[in-house]
Antibody, heavy 121, light 106 residues
Framework: EVQLVESGGGLVQPGRSLRLSCAAS????????MFWVRQPPGKGLEWVSG????????DYAESVKGRFTISRDNAKNSVYLQMDSLRAEDTALYYC??????????????WGQGTLVTVSS | DIQMTQSPSTLSASVGDRVTITCRAS??????LAWYQQKPGKAPKLLIY???SLESGVPSRFSGSGSGTEFTLTINSLQPEDFATYYC????????FGQGTKVEIK
């Protein structure tokens, strides 16, 4: 059974940093692209970042480019999102999602339950 | 950026009804479209990919169609567990979602 478990969310002040983690199990992690998606409270879904199977291809939404960094550790079956210079508008539930391919050109077939990030003073 | 527009935003229906949700892309996305279902407090769940391919384990009352810029998600014989919010997503160029369609009980 595929499982994606996010952690690392919490309350943080504007301008500070936070690192999210996603632990994967139930599939061959190194074979698939992974993604971060967010959903502000009561609102819709927004893609944040994606990373290919070998970290060779990485993309970011314009809204986070230059502030967020995605990475993965295939030995630990984990993907990470380093979030710097956080803003109030980054407040959201952050989901980790599995791509259906090794490359970034994929839809997402499994999602975690999310970790909540609240940016407020 | 490719914009995705869903309609309607809210849909009131009864158990047993046939429901259709429309998604329009601002430019052609071929058939690179997925549909997700999200229930309150839960993560989205994949229903349909490549416009019309049914994800394994998803009931056959769900179907998708379309290509280019116009797509539809149809639910035949709506069941109580189908009341949820539905999102379309294009993955032709990066990834963008429609604003969602909430299917509520009439």
């Amino acid at each position: 059974e595929v499982q994606l478990v996010e952690s690392g969310g919490g309350l943080v002040q504007p301008g500070r940093s936070l690192r999210l983690s996603c632990a994967a199990s139930g599939f061959t992690f190194e074979d698939y692209a992974m993604f971060w998606v967010r959903q502000p409270p009561g609102k819709g879904l927004e893609w944040v970042s994606g990373i290919s199977w070998n970290s060779g291809s990485i993309d970011y939404a314009e809204s986070v480019k230059g502030r967020f960094t995605i990475s993965r550790d295939n030995a630990k079956n984990s993907v990470y999102l380093q979030m710097d210079s956080l803003r109030a508008e980054d407040t959201a539930l952050y989901y980790c999602a599995k791509g259906d391919l090794s490359a970034l050109a994929a839809f997402w077939d499994y999602w975690g339950q999310g970790t909540l990030v609240t940016v407020s003073s | 950026d490719i914009q995705m527009t869903q309609s309607p935003s809210t849909l009131s229906a009864s158990v047993g009804d046939r429901v259709t949700i429309t998604c329009r892309a601002s430019q052609s996305i071929n058939r690179w479209l997925a549909w997700y279902q999200q229930k309150p407090g839960k993560a989205p769940k994949l229903l349909i990919y490549k416009a019309s391919s049914l994800e394994s384990g998803v009931p056959s009352r769900f179907s998708g169609s379309g290509s280019g810029t116009e797509f539809t998600l149809t639910i035949n014989s709506l069941q109580p567990e189908d009341f949820a919010t539905y999102y379309c997503q294009q993955y032709n160029s990066y990834w963008t979602f429609g604003q969602g369609t909430k299917v509520e009980i009439k």
